[in-house]
């Protein structure tokens, strides 16, 4: 656990980087530290290792005040990873994992094959150890980063900006392995970021920083999404917090229509019959697997000739088809609103159709929850 009581810095020239902080960093979650530029997450997030000395209040770590720590000591005890990785252009990846290790005092070779188990556990290629970092992607370097700040197995990691170098599909990438990496180690975590998206994924809580240095909110997502305390948490946010906020409520509690699901090989009366008749303008056709091929609307199904086939009818895309034991009502509404049928699909863990879910059936459950 991490407290921070009335701590607060503020230089010589008069700048106050960081006003007045009260808060708890809870052992083996993750924190998020954000707001914008300059708001004092950098400086919040120095002080816990000493690089920057608080001017004012006291800042524990499991209940130590920490200037009552060796500042060598206390760093070597705590990771820290920063943006472009700042690693040591003439040391090998080996090596760079393996630093503090050997400022521990571990032999030569226990450090270089702990930094080798290491490489494994980020997501590294055996064969990228004998590299250079220039020889490494901006990606592949924030994992040796993270790798590097995970040596010593401290259970403190402090992450400034780590991810924020790299092109958006490698960053989802990166925060994927990071929420993987601490369902295994449960570290205690800080991690700082401009990004309210990175910081909804990645935080256990989240502490919202405004303009001068204060603290504006510290919630859950959820609670943050749900209820800002004011309209510059509301605006740094987003106006489609609501939308955003559907993330946190699973899929998994739609009721799904089966009536609506057809195969390939049923003839249009089939359909016409259940469907039409009750009103329905869309009808899914799935193949014999029941995975989805497409929809067929009403009018085609009335239209068409007597004992053809469904799988002949020529179908509209089904669009991208939502996991129901594992996505979120967002992915739902995402799917129904990207569908030509209005419809969201579905789907099992082998992609086999479990139902189909209308833009108004998902409008009464988001309904539902939001109340
Ligand atoms: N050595 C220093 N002397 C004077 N002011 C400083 C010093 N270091 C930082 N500051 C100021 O303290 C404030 C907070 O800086 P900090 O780096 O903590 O912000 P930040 O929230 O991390 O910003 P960013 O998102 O841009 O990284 C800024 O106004 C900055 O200019
Ligand atoms: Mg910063």
Redesign the pocket.
Known sequence: MITFEGAA?I???G????AHLDLTVESGRTTVFV???????????RMINRMVEPTHGTIRVDGVDIRDQDPALLRRSIGYVIQQAGLFPHRTILDNIATVPMLLGWRRGKARARAAELMELVGLEPAQAKRYPHQLSGGQQQRVGVARALAADPPILLM??PFSAVDPVVRTSLQDELLRLQQELHKTIVF?T?DIDEAVRLGDRIAV?RPG?ELAQYDTPERLLAEPVDEFVESFVGYDRGVRRLSFFPASELSLRQDVVFDAEDRVERARDAVVSDGEPWALVVDERRAPLGWVGARQLTEAPAGVTLGSLELAPFGHVFHVANDSLRAALDAAVLSPAGRAVGVDTDGSVLGVVSQADLGTAIWSVSE
């Open positions: 810095k230089y010589p020239d700048t106050v980087a960081v707001g914008p530029s300059g708001s004092g997450k950098t400086t919040s997030l400034d900006e700082v401009h920083y240095g």
